[in-house]
């Protein structure tokens, strides 16, 4: 049975994300760097849950990561690419490498994960490719993570024009502040959005859904 992979698989959004698919009965497969199971693997887990390793900075680690859970599970329902490397930074005050290190994070590694099962979902007919944004304002603090999450808005556009016609829904969640449970930033109030863009008709695709923290937003 296909089911929901989420890279870049950590204790907030990407375990509520985890368990949200899994409420409705899709099996989960999660790929972070230490591979573990986000404590999912009890009845939390739903229709059950793996654990894959991988670094989403290294291409063959992710790909054979990817390829592992294909294997298990079948072409993935919906994919959720929610890695990124958070830190503040100024202009001009980290080194070439830092800057390459995060986009490698931020932005290819979502290329790569897209490029590597979309065309399966594809040929498929259908399914769902779901980035985790933020940063709806550049920050000069967060010059990284504000050049990253821009990149992922451009990249969903350029993965909407290759698969959107063949019936991937390739959308963004971006969320506009610091997630932690019993804020506005929730990380199981954002999960919501994910579960949404999965099962939104093809006619009424978003492409950008914006957490921003008030209700009536």
Known sequence: MPGAVIVGAGPGIGRSVARRFAREGLPVAL???????????????????????????DETALRAALDAAAADLGTPDVVVYNAAIIRPDAPGEVTVRAHLDAWAVNVVGALIAAAHI???????????????????????????????????????????QEYGPSGVHVASVTV???????????????AEHY??????????????ILHSGHPDR
């Open 176 to 190: 506009a502040g610091p997630v932690a449970p019993g804020t506005a930033f929730d990380p199981d109030d954002i």
């Open 118 to 160: 979309a065309p399966a979902m594809a040929r498929r007919g259908g399914g769902t490719f779901i980035i985790t944004g933020g940063m709806p304002e550049p920050k000069r603090e967060y010059v990284s993570l504000s050049l990253g999450k821009s990149g992922v808005r451009t990249l969903v556009a350029l993965l909407d």
């Open 195 to 208: 579960w949404r863009l999965h099962t939104q008709r093809r006619d009424g695709w978003d492409h950008e």
């Open 31 to 57: 790929v972070s760097r230490t591979g573990g199971t986000l404590g999912l693997d009890g009845p939390a887990g739903g229709a059950g849950v793996r654990a894959y390793r991988a670094d989403s900075a």
